[in-house]
């Protein structure tokens, strides 16, 4: 089979699956502009804004470019913290069972929290801004996180532990050498719902925390001007920035560690 | 070098009731420095389980474990172990696995380097040092699990049926190949199996450890000079002396 041939195949399936996709959507914006006499934006009305929108167009007042990197950069930095401190956290009480036990119904607990619930907590401790928005991010992309991580470890094969030990690993050694590897398909799963947790909040965070950028922001901005087609362009930006990041972070990141090393994936 | 005295180790019982499982009893033993024992019994006799208290990885229920004159707490690289899997760290390659134990005691970059080349090329394995292990045969992991363990340079090899899971082939020429290494470094060696042939091929002394309620059933000093000759009368009679022995004691044992 050739390079060509190869992808044919691998894109039919893809192409087919948007293509109807794409169909039902130009159905549903019939049926509503029929039933209700309200414009529904259309598959190719979504993609010219988008594309005046990529060309220029500002929306509220600033760039799409602008939106984006806002949005991008408050999702970091709360996808960061959540990301460092959930992995330290599984790791942790994932080798130390009393934390484990004294903890762990926390986290369980505050995974059913929707991350926008945590809005009271936000504007109290941070007032309303930025910060406020990193929390939220933050609070809604831990518990994946830590629970993913946490389960990983305890799946650790004991002899990798023992065979470590045995050749002198102690304490942080064991940690981050044995433990953070082995449960590495758990951690890179736990990762990836934290970050798809995190991208949902920063939208409707930003929706509510006037922010004054972002997408999220010009969603509901957009809402209030009746500028729908260009709401609809901002959620297809969202949906392809975590195709992106699936497509340019998560899956190399696994070729080159768990797929290299024959390691199982987590379920 | 080791000594076990009184051992005894009782598993509690799975369902939390009053009699637990008992593993060992009263088991008494030493192994002398530079002697290469082997340990023989059915399987669920607790050849692992005795090798595990040696390594520090489980407690005794009761009696104590010597090592160096030292009761043993923890595991150490002192007591370098080779399992019945290699269990090497999949991560690694094979030059990152030998060079773990060095990298964990703080040696430089440099010299570990060094060091886990040579323990590489001393169990044959140069050439392969940036492989993974899961490209490597049963044969070669084994090797490389036995090198990161030589390059600590450990005052006993404890071995649980390292090649049990090997092909005969692979099985007899890592057997000479451990046969060399000892020879010419002359390190303590616990070896654990219940394969007759290759107890009596490899051992000094050959201990016939019997169910928990007969303990140490036998000893033999296998008084062979090596090389011993596989095929040869000599290797034979000690053979079907130590199959009569295990002949006497009940087979499958329950875990």
């Known amino acids: 089979m050739n390079m060509f041939e190869r992808t044919r195949r691998r894109a039919a399936p893809v192409l087919v699956a948007a293509g109807l996709a794409a169909g039902a959507w130009y159905a549903v914006a019939f049926l509503v502009g029929w039933a209700r006499g309200v414009a529904f934006p259309t598959p190719h009305e979504t993609a010219a804004e988008l594309a005046r929108l990529l060309a220029g167009r500002t929306l509220s007042g600033h760039l799409i470019y602008r939106h984006v990197g806002a949005s991008l950069a408050r999702w970091a930095a709360g996808f960061g913290i959540a990301a460092a401190a959930g992995t330290a956290y599984g790791l942790l009480a994932g080798w130390w069972r009393g934390l484990e036990r004294a903890t762990a119904p926390l986290v369980h607990a505050a995974q059913t929290v929707p991350g926008l619930a945590w809005i009271h907590a936000a504007l109290l401790l941070f007032g309303i801004g930025e910060r406020a928005t990193v929390f939220m991010i933050a609070a809604a ?65 930003e929706m509510i925390v006037g922010t004054g950028t972002g997408l999220g922001y010009s969603i509901i901005q957009a809402r209030w001007t009746l500028d729908y087609t260009s709401g609809f362009a901002c959620v297809a930006i969202i949906c392809l920035v975590g195709l992106a990041v699936e497509r340019c972070v998560f899956a190399p990141l696994e070729r080159r560690t768990v797929e290299r090393w024959h390691m199982p994936r987590a379920a | 070098m080791i000594r076990l005295e009184n051992i005894a180790k009782c598993y509690p019982a799975a369902n939390g009731g009053p009699d637990g499982h008992v593993v060992l009893r009263d088991v ?91 323990a590489v090329r001393l169990v044959g394995l140069d050439g392969f040092e940036d492989a993974y292990p899961h490209v490597l045969s049963g044969g070669m992991r084994q090797r490389a699990a036995l090198a990161r363990v030589l390059v600590l340079r450990p005052e006993a090899l404890l071995m649980d049926e390292p090649f049990g899971a090997l092909d005969a082939n692979s099985r007899e020429r890592l057997q000479d190949e451990l046969l060399g290494i000892w020879q010419a470094h002359r390190r303590t060696v616990l070896f654990v199996t219940h394969h007759v042939e290759e107890a009596a091929y490899l051992a000094d002394r050959v201990v016939l450890l019997g169910p928990p309620a007969a303990g140490i059933r036998d000893e033999m000093t296998v ?14 009679r000690v053979i079907r002396q130590l199959r009569a022995c295990l002949d006497g004691m009940p087979c499958c044992l329950c875990r």
């Open chain 1, 141 to 205: 992309a831990f518990p994946p996180v830590a629970v993913s991580v946490l389960g990983g470890v305890k799946r650790v094969d004991a002899t990798y532990v023992r065979a470590a030990r045995m050749m002198g690993a102690r304490g942080p050694t064991l940690l981050l050498r044995v433990l953070l590897p082995g449960a590495l398909p758990h951690v890179l799963s736990g990762l990836r719902v934290g970050l798809g947790n995190g991208w949902r909040v920063v939208v409707a965070a």
């Open chain 2, 28 to 118: 008494s033993l030493a192994v002398a420095p530079g002697e290469l024992l082997c340990v023989l019994g059915p399987s669920g006799c607790g050849k692992s389980t005795l090798l595990n208290l040696v390594a520090g990885f489980i407690r005794p229920t009761s009696g104590r474990v010597l090592f160096a004159g030292r009761e043993v707490a923890a595991p150490g690289p002192d007591r370098g172990v080779v399992f019945q899997d290699p269990t090497l760290l999949p991560w690694l390659t094979v030059r990152r696995n030998v060079e773990f134990g060095l990298r964990a005691a703080g040696v430089p970059a440099e010299r570990r380097r060094g060091l886990a080349a040579e």
């Open chain 2, 223 to 236: 008084e062979l000079p090596r090389p011993r000759d596989r095929d040869g009368d000599a290797l034979r």
